[in-house]
């Protein structure tokens, strides 16, 4: 089944404890992105990733890392995690940034810092 | 930078009843746009996707129409059912490759 797959669904954790929220599709796309939703805010985009090793910023980049060594996985990590990063985060792709190329989203991941 | 404004916000019809949801736009050099559904908690389900060529785009229930001239889509969903109770997004395709979604509108049908 082709799909976007996010993991974990639900982290807890505390300031300053380093994380890693992996994203992975099995569609062959080459372009993925990483959003996060918070009330009131929308979605807002975080990181996106062309290619392998291509990545540039969103609108919300700061506090956040990310890596694109394959194709199919494109990592989100928070290296020193502060309690406004408390959101809901998405992973997307898509198979080229056209016309008609459209993104398909993971579940989400419910990430709580304390 | 690209701003994008969904109206209603928020809108409560019984059954059966027809309804437009509204998205607009600032930067009319868009490629496509792309309307999807969320669930409470849950991710972004795609419902139609207009290319920038396209004047609407129709699947099922759904109609989607897009002016990009005047920076405008609508959301048209015949017959409303509870079932489509949900929040709905709106994203155009901006030249490079940032997406920026508009807030949604929350729609809840009622039996």
């Known amino acids: 089944e082709a799909q976007v797959t996010q993991n974990p669904r639900y982290l807890i954790t505390v300031t300053g404890k380093k994380l890693t929220v992996t994203c992975s599709q099995n569609?062959?796309?080459?372009?993925m992105s990483w959003y996060r939703q918070d009330p009131g805010l929308g979605l807002r985009q975080i990181y996106y990733?062309?290619?392998?090793?291509?990545?540039d910023k969103g609108d919300v980049p700061e506090g956040y890392k990310v890596s694109r060594k394959e194709k199919r996985n494109f990592p989100l990590i928070l290296e020193s995690p502060s309690p406004n990063q408390t959101s809901l985060y998405f992973c997307?792709?898509?198979?080229?940034?056209?016309?008609?190329?459209?993104?398909?989203f993971g579940p989400g991941t419910r990430l709580t810092v304390l | 930078k690209q701003e994008v404004t969904q109206i209603p916000a928020a809108l409560s019809v019984p059954e059966g009843e027809n309804l437009v949801l509204n998205c607009s736009f600032t930067?009319?050099?868009?490629?496509?746009l792309q309307w999807f559904r969320q669930d409470p908690g849950k991710g972004l389900t795609s419902l139609l996707l207009i290319q920038s060529s396209q004047r609407e785009q129709t699947s099922g229930r759904l109609n989607a129409s897009l002016d990009k001239s005047s920076g405008r889509s609508t959301l048209y969903i015949a017959a409303s059912q509870p079932g489509d109770s949900a929040t709905y997004l709106c994203a155009p395709g901006t030249g490079g490759f940032k997406t920026i979604f508009g807030a949604g509108t929350r729609l809840f049908v009622k039996a």
């Open positions: 569609m062959n796309h080459e372009y």
């Open positions: 997307a792709s898509s198979l080229f940034r056209s016309s008609y190329n459209e993104q398909f």
């Open positions: 930067d009319s050099a868009i490629y496509n």
């Open positions: 990733s062309m290619n392998v090793e291509v990545t």
